[in-house]
Structures are given as C-alpha cells and as structure tokens.
C-alpha cells in the first residue's frame, strides 16, 4: 500500500482510500502516485554517482596533496605530525576507493542502459 498526500490538507493517507480521514475531501481526482520509470532512476542514479566521484577525486586529491605537505613541512616531527599524516592518508584513501567504486558501478550502469 502507498501513500499519497491530500490535496486539500496536505496529510499523508492510503492510496485506496476513498475519502481523506482528515478532511473528508473525496479522493476520485487524485492522481495515481508516480511511477518512477526505469530511465529517471537510472539517470538519477547516475548523477548520484557522478557526483561522488567527483567527490572521492577531490577529496583524494587534497588529501594527497595535504599529506605530502604535512609530512615535508617540519613541525618537530613528533607524535602528532605522524597521527595526523596516517589520518590524512587514510581518509585520502578511502575517498579514493569511493571514488573507484563509483566510477565502475558508472561503467556498469551504462554497458546496462546500451545493452
Ligand atoms: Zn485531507
């Protein structure tokens, strides 16, 4: 069963129903919810994963670059500067994985859409 929201007051209510429990406002005219078809999800899909991406690169790539000058720049070489490098590089590479990650469900989501 889906809900639909009422026209009239704006409360979520059953798709079967007849009348709205709230208002009383007959349902006849309602629209029937929308049938997300398969090519706006998979578009919308695909802009998701575009985007994170996108993201993982950046972020890698700022990690990276922040890495490289936390672990040249001297700050006397103690415990935190070591804490804070492996921090840098793990979360670097973790976006890079988000990052590869989606650029294969991409690759997959389009030999799908052509298939
Ligand atoms: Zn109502």
Redesign the pocket.
Known sequence: MAFIF?K????Q?SDKAER?P????VMYNIQPPPTYDMMTSDEAKEEKLKKRRLIGLVVFILGFIFSVIIGNVDMGGGELQMVLHGIVEFVSTVFLIISIVSEVKLDKLKREKYK
């Open positions: 009422c009239e007051c704006g409360n209510i709205c709230y208002c009383g406002m």
